[in-house]
């Protein structure tokens, strides 16, 4: 799951579409899905949902196993720009919380296709 308030990352995407091709499952939940998260949507197993929450942080939860939070849009370019701090863990009681803090937020968005 990815929950930001943009994404653009090329580069990620295509580790996104190889996942999606071998029956990963990945959510996007944004703020702004003009351009690439369009593209995305075309693949099985990528869902896009839209929030009305002003999103201010980036966060992504990896099959339980792996949370990362950022104070920056997934963005290559920014990345390449400036350096971004990514606070990342593994420890299942910071991701359980993490994804009840995220419930909400993940309730209260919808679908970009209904």
Partial sequence: MIISNQYHHPSLSKAIIASAKKGGSIKFILNDPKGEPLSLIQYRNIDLFLSTVALK?????????????ANAPIDED????RPITMHCTDSSDEIRRLDR??????HASRNYLE
């Fill in 57 to 69: 942080q980036t966060v992504i939860i990896i099959d339980s196993t792996l949370a990362c939070s």
């Fill in 78 to 81: 920014l990345f390449a720009s």
């Fill in 101 to 106: 803090t995220m419930q909400p937020l993940i």
